[in-house]
């Protein structure tokens, strides 16, 4: 009988085999060996895209993609888009209060900076979340930018829209910025109530810097619904998270009712009760 080379090498290393065994599990050995050669060449990346793996096991995540490996909660990805939201609105309004007294266009920048950014750097400074979102992600540089170079090159259009319309900005970034700090204080732990509190800060806070460093008295001091707006937007964000209701539809129903008790008290000069 003709044994191959392969064999008579199998023999020689292992001389408790047999030429029966050899004969017997050869065509084993020889499945092994092109299974082997095969997954071999067979390049990395196709390997990788393998999606059933054998005995019914449960595919692996990917090591390269990044959306599998770090998920988002859905409640911080609606923060994060109500965040960048109030701060391209607060931005154009506060861009808009820098042409109207008269600023240059510095002034217009640092001014739409302040108002866009600087509810929400306070609000993560007492939530301890340090960085902030503005100075750790470029996304809210890009988005200041962007207003003001809006504000600037539409200046005479933008001067002659009704009043409202600002307003409408103002109420808009008023029902995001209160949203996302509502959301991003209950991610971190913090109570229920106090996470009321600083969703009011972060969306009251970057006009009462606007307010103060062009000499005004802030805004939520004097104008009609304001501040009363963001405590009930914030209300409805802690309400709905303690029900267990769909966080989009939560956030959705909270920034229509900020935005619409904001544009009705513009409308009909609804005012909280003041002692003269």
């Avoid at 050869?26 to 059933?52: F, H």
């Avoid at 888009?81 to 008269?102: N, P, Q, R």
């Avoid at 209701?245 to 003041?274: D, E, K, N, S």
């Amino acid at each position: 009988m003709y044994v191959s080379r392969s064999k008579r090498t199998l023999l020689g290393r292992n001389p408790g085999f047999s030429l029966r065994h050899v004969i017997t599990h050869a065509p084993c050995i020889g499945l092994a060996r092109a299974a082997t050669t095969t997954s071999v060449a067979r390049p990395l990346a196709d390997r990788r895209s393998w999606s059933t793996p054998p005995h019914g096991l449960r595919p692996l995540p990917r090591a390269h993609s990044r959306t599998m490996a770090f998920p988002l909660l859905p409640t911080a990805r609606i923060a994060r888009i109500a965040d960048l939201s109030g701060t391209f609105f607060f931005a154009l309004e506060g861009g808009l209060t820098g042409l109207a007294v008269g600023l240059d266009p510095i002034g217009v920048l640092v001014l739409a900076f302040l108002t866009g950014l600087g509810g929400g750097l306070v609000r993560d400074v007492l939530i301890g979340a340090l960085p902030p979102a503005a100075i750790a992600d470029w996304h809210y540089s890009v988005i200041i930018l962007a207003a003001t170079a809006a504000v600037l090159a539409l200046h005479t259009v933008l001067f002659h829209m009704p009043p409202g319309v600002v307003v409408a900005f103002d109420a808009a970034g008023l029902a995001m910025a209160t949203i996302a700090g509502t959301e991003k204080s209950l991610d971190r732990g913090i109570h229920p109530m106090v996470a009321i509190f600083l969703g009011t800060v972060g969306g009251v806070g970057g006009g009462t810097i606007r307010d103060v460093v062009i000499n005004q008295v802030p805004r939520i001091l004097h104008t009609d619904i304001y501040a009363t707006a963001a405590i009930m937007t914030a209300a409805i964000v802690v309400l709905g998270r303690r029900a267990r209701l769909p966080a989009r539809g939560t956030a959705i129903t909270a920034a229509i009712a900020c935005f619409t008790v904001r544009m009705l008290a513009h409308t009909y000069q609804w005012h909280l009760p003041t002692w003269q």
